[in-house]
């Protein structure tokens, strides 16, 4: 046992005081000491606040040649793709940035910089447990079985578009993959997690549900329900919070706020593929062993001295590991960035040819019998419309 | 056939819920021990067990975000909010994730949840549980808004709410819990969206749904004795979807059109119903549109049953469109 790591866990532990969930083998302690095959697990303070963070790729900008995915038994054909998903998912929140640059799309919530922590968190999932995601995780449709083709007439709403243009171009949902459309809310969503992970407990059903939501959650009642909801019926549920860069004054440590409700809780490197993964599958496995809900807090470290944001890019973080453990070098990667990004691009310009839905659909799907004050104005807009 | 309070109906509704279908949940705040401040839900836990019946924190807006979350994992939630005035902590819940999902997801998702609560005064509660917020949600698309007037309205649109793939949010007049006994059929069915004509008539149509029924029909059969008009009381039943046509039909035979109900006037569903009228059957009308409700005051406790429209008041808007 390394000088490190006893050093790690009592600075860990003064710092943190020892809650219940610690004792009882909280993700984030067993994601601690499940780097502790030697020194390798950190937890750092760096660039969050206080309170220690888990992660395992070395700092931005510094290498290294210990192949960190071993200890997760990944193999290299997982990694490249991992590496090819992120790409994908990268390549589409770029495309819909340029069309809303461009006045193509309207409305946009961008989605980069948490591909790392959908995949990590899906990952952890199996096909019969439900995901509630909120804006900014347009990789999930994706990890869950979505095609980049449907993801961009999800954003795009049009006549392919299940929802019909109805979303504010968003993630749409989709019942065989268990994923949830997402509304503008902040953390109504957190309960529904929190519901469903019961109904599936109530079932009989070793499942679970995961949530995601932004630093602005850990603000609302909402979230508070849910964690209190969540600990009070013992559902199965993770919920995943991803924090601003460097943390925000103005946002809590949502850890505290899940230590404070009684729930496990980790805080992670949300920008570390290895960390993330590691505390996901932990977390996954707490609630399937029916041991109740907990929280990830992924944190995104600040950027180093020089201040380039591609150092704490999770997609670049990931790129400059492969190449520096030697599986692959920058061209090797640079021709599949070159092939999915001419990949995007087709599908994108197919996605566009696509019409909107008929503008008829829109009176569609108020309830399951359509109520007769749909159909009246409809009468009279169309009439409207037909004299325009 | 039996007789029973509507509270009873409303029990007995949930009980053959949960005995027919085990998708079916009920919860809320303390409806286990106490069967909720009510009694509605008195003796289900014992007769249904703790996985099917049970008690959740205190806090409205958990109690539907968890409801929504149980649809989704193929639960019937029945979860009761105590007081209707409770339903503005859950607002958010109800009017934008539990009416929307169904359109925002294309039809591909929905949520059956039936939201029971007490509404109206009726117990001196005072500004903050005498309330009668059926106008707030019957304004959101997605909801049907449900207010029944009888025992046997309660269990049978109960019944069909449960049964139903949309959000029902089912408000209770507690003032009705208690004081009548009615022949309650347990085959019979209502319809969603279904108004009742509870008195049949030909000089005027009185409009009202939920606490104030027995108030109109008290006021057409006093009217039929004293001066001989015929008042038609059409109960609404359920706010949304609302029957158009059976409203348009009694309105088109009186010509004569009052609106009574127990929220305040201004922006109350009776605004609703009047506007319906005059955009669709104005041509009928041999009087203005009249409107007997609440004031535009909260719910004073002292004087509770003056804030109430009463016969006084209710006798003389049908004295003045018979009389027009």
């Not at chain 1, 990694?79 to 340029?98: H, K, N, P, V």
């Not at chain 1, 006045?103 to 922590?117: C, I, K, M, T």
């Not at chain 1, 990830?296 to 973080?317: F, L, T, W, Y």
Request: glycine share 10%; hydrophobic share 40%.
């Amino acid at each position: 046992m390394s000088e490190g790591r006893g050093d790690s866990r009592r600075r860990t532990r003064s710092s943190r005081g020892r809650s219940t969930a610690d004792r009882d083998g909280s993700p984030e302690r067993r994601a601690r000491e499940g780097g502790g095959r030697g020194n390798r697990s950190r937890s750092s303070g760096r660039g969050a606040g206080s309170g220690s963070v888990l992660t395992w790729l070395p700092p931005p900008g510094r290498r290294t040649e210990e192949p960190i995915h071993e200890r997760l038994s990944l193999d290299p054909a997982t990694l490249r793709s991992w590496y090819r998903t992120l790409l994908i998912a990268r390549g589409l929140d770029e495309q819909c940035e340029r069309w809303h640059g461009s006045g193509r799309l309207r409305f946009y919530v961008p989605s980069a910089g948490n591909e790392v922590v959908d995949l990590a968190t899906i990952g952890a999932t199996r096909d019969g447990d439900w995901i509630f995601p909120s804006f900014r995780h347009m990789s999930i449709p994706l990890l869950r079985g979505a095609t980049p083709r449907e993801v961009l007439d999800a954003i795009l709403g049009n006549a392919n578009d299940p929802a019909r243009g109805r979303q504010l171009p968003a993630q749409s949902g989709h019942p065989a993959h268990h994923v949830l459309p997402p509304s503008n809310a902040r953390a109504t969503h957190l309960v529904h997690a929190a519901g469903c992970a019961l109904g599936m407990r109530l079932r009989g059903e070793h499942q679970l549900a995961v949530a995601t939501c932004g630093p602005a959650a850990g603000s609302t009642p909402d979230f508070h329900t849910a964690l209190d909801v969540a600990r009070r019926t013992k559902a199965p549920v993770l919920f995943v919070a991803t924090q601003s860069r460097g943390v925000a004054a103005a946002n809590p440590m949502l850890v505290a706020h899940a230590k404070a409700h009684g729930i496990a809780s980790a805080r992670v490197d949300g920008t570390d593929i290895f960390a993330m993964v590691k505390a996901s599958r932990d977390a996954a496995s707490h609630a399937r062993r029916g041991a109740g809900p907990s929280l990830i807090e992924a944190v995104r470290p600040k950027p180093s001295g020089n201040g380039d944001e591609s150092a704490i890019d999770p997609i670049h973080r990931f790129r400059q590991y492969v190449i520096d453990i030697g599986m692959a070098d920058a061209d090797g990667i640079s021709a599949l960035e070159e092939e999915v990004a001419t990949e995007l691009e087709a599908t994108a310009e197919e996605a566009l040819k696509t019409p909107l839905p008929a503008q008829e659909s829109r009176f569609g799907d108020v309830c399951l019998q359509e109520p007769p004050t749909v159909v009246a104005p409809r009468a009279l807009d169309i009439a409207e419309g037909s004299r325009a | 056939m039996t007789t029973m309070t509507m509270i009873e109906a409303v029990r007995s509704a949930l009980h053959d819920a949960l005995a027919s279908d085990e998708r079916v949940l009920v919860f809320g705040e303390e409806v286990v021990d106490e069967g909720g401040v009510f009694g509605a839900t008195r003796g289900l836990g014992e007769a249904f067990g703790a996985e099917r019946v049970f008690d959740l924190p205190v806090g409205e807006a958990g109690i539907v975000g968890t409801a929504i979350g149980l649809a989704m994992a193929g639960m019937r939630p029945v979860p009761e909010i105590t007081f209707g005035d409770d339903l503005f902590a859950s607002f958010e819940q109800i009017t934008n994730e539990l009416a929307k999902l169904r359109y925002r997801s294309g039809g591909r998702f929905s949520s059956p949840v039936v939201l029971r609560a007490s509404i109206g005064a009726g117990i001196h509660g005072g500004p903050n549980l005498s309330q009668s917020p059926e106008a707030y949600f019957t304004q959101t698309p997605g909801l049907q808004v449900v207010v029944p007037s009888t025992a046997a309205d309660a269990y049978g649109l109960l019944i069909a709410a449960i049964r139903g793939e949309d959000p029902v949010l089912f408000l209770e007049p507690k003032s009705l819990y208690h004081p009548v006994r009615d022949a309650v059929s347990k085959e019979e069915i209502v319809s969603i969206g279904s108004a009742r004509i509870a008195r049949e008539g030909t000089d005027v149509s009185l409009v009202t749904w939920g606490a104030m029924v027995p108030l109109a029909l008290e006021a057409a059969a006093a009217a039929s004795e004293e001066s001989g008009w015929s008042v038609e009381v059409i109960d609404l039943r359920t706010l949304a979807p609302l029957d158009t046509p059976t409203l348009l039909a009694s309105v088109e035979k009186t010509g004569r059109a009052v609106i009574l109900h127990e929220a305040p006037r201004t922006g109350g569903f009776g605004a609703e119903v009047a506007a319906q009228i005059a955009e669709q059957a104005i041509e009928f009308l041999e009087a203005p549109i009249l409107r007997v409700t609440g004031a535009d005051t909260p719910v004073p406790f002292a004087f509770e049953d003056d804030y109430r429209p009463d016969m006084g008041r209710l006798q003389a808007a049908l004295r003045h469109v018979v009389e027009f």
